[in-house]
């Protein structure tokens, strides 16, 4: 079975593995003061979620990442070559309590993520919704919420959208992160925050 590893444990990585949780589905959950503080967690997601490293973290598979911006290159630094393991990108360039975008000096904020993840294969995705909204059950209003995500590598994209169809949501492809990454992007983008829901 595909390894999961989370690194940041706030609103949307504790959302995640509330969801990987209920469907299921292991992962390694990871903040930057340590497994002990995660304690409360694990044992409420008990069997599933376990806390570890942001190294333990790290090694899994599928990656996903939900740090606050600021903090991204702090936590991301030393880690071991990335070696083609799947980045699923939930990051804003944007945080509380200002809620300044950040100056992104008119890149995407995907392709910075990109690069602070040498040889990952890396996909947008879980970013756009509230974490609250994200946790809630994504068979709504008689059809499957959906979760977009965009990225450039194929296979990596086939395998994030997978997980997505598994958790109960309806993935919906942007395509390429020059493409998807701008449409996806919070703020600017026109997608985020909509709760779209797709109907058989
Ligand atoms: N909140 C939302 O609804 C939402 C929705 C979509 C996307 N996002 C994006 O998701 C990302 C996370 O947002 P959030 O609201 O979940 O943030 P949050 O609640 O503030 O949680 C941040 C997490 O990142 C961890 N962290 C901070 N510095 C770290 C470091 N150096 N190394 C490892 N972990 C570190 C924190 O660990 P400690 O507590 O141990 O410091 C904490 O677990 C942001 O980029 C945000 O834009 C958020």
Same mark, same amino acid.
């Given at each position: 079975?595909?390894?999961?590893?989370?690194?940041?444990?706030?609103?949307?990585?504790?959302?995640?593995?509330?969801?990987?949780?209920?469907?299921?589905?292991?992962?390694?959950?990871?903040?930057?003061?340590?497994?002990?503080?995660?304690?409360?967690?694990?044992?409420?997601?008990?069997?599933?979620?376990?806390?570890?490293?942001?190294?333990?973290?790290? @090694? #899994?598979?599928?990656? &996903?990442? =939900?740090?606050?911006?600021? !903090?991204? +290159?702090? /936590?991301?630094? $030393?880690?071991?070559?990335?070696?083609?393991?799947?980045?699923?990108?939930?990051?804003?360039?944007?945080?509380?309590?200002?809620?300044?975008?950040?100056?992104?000096?008119?890149?995407?904020?995907?392709?910075?993520?990109?690069?602070?993840?040498?040889?990952?294969?890396?996909? @947008? #995705?879980?970013?756009? &919704?509230? =974490?609250?909204?994200?946790? !809630?059950? +994504?068979? /709504?209003?008689? $059809?499957?919420?959906?979760?977009?995500?965009?990225?450039?590598?194929?296979?990596?994209?086939?395998?994030?959208?997978?997980?997505?169809?598994?958790?109960?949501?309806?993935?919906?492809?942007?395509?390429?992160?020059?493409?998807?990454?701008?449409?996806?992007?919070?703020?600017?983008?026109?997608?985020?925050?909509?709760?779209?829901?797709?109907?058989?």
């Amino acid at each position: 079975m595909t390894t999961i590893g989370i690194i940041g444990a706030g609103n949307i990585g504790s959302a995640f593995s509330r969801i990987l949780a209920r469907n299921g589905i292991a992962a390694t959950i990871a903040n930057s003061r340590g497994p002990e503080t995660l304690d409360n967690l694990a044992q409420e997601l008990a069997p599933h979620i376990t806390a570890g490293t942001i190294k333990a973290a790290a @090694k #899994a598979e599928i990656v &996903l990442i =939900a740090v606050p911006w600021s !903090k991204l +290159p702090l /936590a991301l630094a $030393g880690l071991p070559n990335w070696n083609g393991r799947i980045v699923i990108d939930a990051n804003n360039p944007i945080e509380a309590p200002l809620f300044k975008p950040a100056n992104l000096n008119g890149r995407l904020s995907t392709e910075i993520v990109a690069g602070l993840v040498p040889g990952a294969r890396v996909v @947008k #995705a879980f970013n756009h &919704l509230l =974490a609250a909204l994200l946790t !809630k059950d +994504p068979h /709504a209003e008689g $059809g499957s919420r959906v979760l977009f995500y965009s990225g450039d590598d194929e296979t990596a994209k086939a395998e994030v959208a997978a997980l997505i169809e598994k958790l109960g949501f309806a993935g919906v492809d942007l395509g390429p992160i020059s493409i998807g990454g701008r449409l996806a992007q919070f703020p600017g983008g026109p997608l985020p925050a909509n709760n779209f829901v797709k109907f058989a």
